[in-house]
């Protein structure tokens, strides 16, 4: 006889502990008077002793407090639901991440409660950001490959008459023309590089990046003589999966971008950690900084805030983590210096 689910005595407690959510009643201040097994999951934490009867705002960044009260006030005050919204918590370690939120008034006996459903969306909205960014990124590229092979053509027949003029009528200015045109073309080549990274036919393979951070840092030794190096480097031992020339590449320009960013004396950090999964890489200088306006723009071809510089070398970065399934973000103030925040999933043991 198949036993059917009304004829099943349901623990609703247990359904409710056991729930892949984490779930909250809260009463007034944020005050929490339970949570399921899903909330130490969600904060990291080890015990329900560690948050029961503390407040929900001591999880949440101070920014959103003011919004988060006036909505635990309606549905307290007003007994109204609050329907799926977005937010932010911290977890015990101090990271933060993306919530999913939905809020019910919650009556037991004289009192009124609000009952809140948690799910972290941290993972599904940087899959929606890297997605955007590599549609970006490719219609980029499908535009610069095409000024590339528009503009190379031209000069490269350019550079091959002007050889043959050398040879029949050397001149000095005959060799700074061509110097420039070579100038040009190199440009033209990074360009299609970095906006077609595809192109090229590198093999994935398994990479001990901390063992490459450490060897990158070496080669710029002579530029350091100003510069206090703090390097960071923990969980060696894992490794990611991906292309090891573009990825030498990506890292040796963000630190070259670190060095350039410091005028005269200054502090570059450099860190390397496990989390989650993922192996993370911070390149930090304490220089000139970038505007929020200018963040917006930093990996676009051509985009640069320097005196002398393509923009192709945050390009190339921003190109090739995200071609390897990974992630980039960055923190700026002006005068006070900047974070590179780079993501790549580990390698599975």
């Not at 109204?80 to 015990?92: N, S």
């Not at 969980?235 to 090891?244: A, F, I, P, Q, T």
Request: charged fraction near 25%.
């Amino acid at each position: 006889m198949i036993e059917t689910i009304d004829s099943i005595d349901i623990d609703f407690h247990k359904l409710i502990e056991n729930s892949l959510n984490a779930i909250f009643i809260l009463g007034e201040e944020g005050k929490i008077h339970y949570c399921n097994k899903a909330v130490l999951r969600l904060l990291k934490l080890t015990s329900i002793e560690e948050i029961l009867h503390n407040s929900l705002y001591n999880f949440i960044p101070t920014y959103i407090h003011g919004v988060c009260k006036e909505r635990l006030n309606n549905v307290l005050l007003n007994q109204q639901a609050i329907d799926c919204i977005e937010a932010q918590m911290i977890r015990k370690d101090g990271e933060i991440i993306d919530v999913e939120v939905k809020t019910a008034p919650l009556k037991l006996g004289n009192e009124v409660f609000a009952q809140v459903v948690i799910q972290d969306i941290t993972d599904r909205k940087l899959a929606v950001k890297l997605f955007s960014e590599r549609e970006k990124l490719a219609s980029l590229g499908q535009i610069a490959a095409s000024i590339v092979h528009e503009v190379k053509n031209p000069l490269t027949r350019v550079k091959g008459f002007l050889q043959l003029l050398k040879q029949d009528q050397p001149h000095n200015f005959l060799d700074t023309m061509d110097s420039e045109l070579e100038k040009a073309l190199t440009i033209l080549h990074s360009l299609l590089f970095v906006s077609k990274p595809d192109l090229t036919d590198e093999p994935f393979v398994s990479i001990e990046l901390s063992k490459e951070i450490e060897s990158t840092l070496s080669l710029f030794q002579e530029k350091l003589e100003n510069v206090k190096l703090v390097i960071q480097i923990r969980d060696s031992n894992k490794k990611v999966v991906g292309k090891r020339n573009s990825l030498l590449k990506a890292i040796f320009n963000l630190i070259k971008n670190a060095i350039e960013a410091i005028s005269e004396e200054g502090t570059i950090k450099v860190e390397h950690y496990y989390q989650n999964g993922w192996v993370h890489v911070k390149v930090s200088d304490s220089g000139v900084g970038v505007s929020q306006e200018q963040l917006k723009m930093l990996g676009t071809p051509f985009f640069t805030t320097k005196d002398h510089g393509t923009g192709l070398g945050l390009t190339q970065v921003y190109t090739t983590i995200y071609d390897q399934g990974g992630d980039i973000s960055v923190q700026s103030e002006v005068g006070k210096g900047t974070t590179f925040h780079v993501k790549l999933p580990a390698l599975k043991e």
